[in-house]
């Protein structure tokens, strides 16, 4: 079982930044990919990012040139957020994509306010 951690969400005035990190509990082999995903109230989860084993990277047309997705190493993946707007509030989940089952992390809130 893969135990995915969030951390570095909080509250951002618009225009500022934040770095999420998405942290596993120990290390993982044969990761297909890692990513961010979205939800905000009475929305669907969307994908924010995704950075694949062989390094390509997705973005949401809503934060390309904004969020960069980045990882260190087999276990940590970080989501670095610039130029927050409000519309950029939700709940942000990290996935990890092993052997083709998705994990989750439980999530952390990003507010930015206006």
């Known amino acids: 079982q893969v135990h995915l951690v969030e951390s570095g969400g909080g509250l951002v005035q618009a225009g500022g930044s934040l770095r999420l990190s998405c942290a596993a509990s120990e290390s993982i082999a044969s990761i297909n990919a890692m990513g961010w995903y979205r939800q905000a109230p009475g929305e669907q989860r969307e994908l924010v990012a995704l950075?694949?084993?062989?390094?390509?990277t997705k973005y949401a047309d809503s934060v390309k040139g904004r969020f960069t997705i980045s990882r260190d190493n087999p276990k940590t993946v970080y989501l670095q957020m610039n130029s927050l707007k409000p519309e950029d509030t939700a709940v942000y989940y990290c996935?990890?994509?092993?052997?083709?089952?998705?994990?989750w992390g439980k999530g952390t809130l990003v507010t930015v306010s206006s």
């Open positions: 996935m990890f994509l092993v052997r083709g089952t998705n994990y």
């Open positions: 950075i694949t084993s062989g390094g390509s």
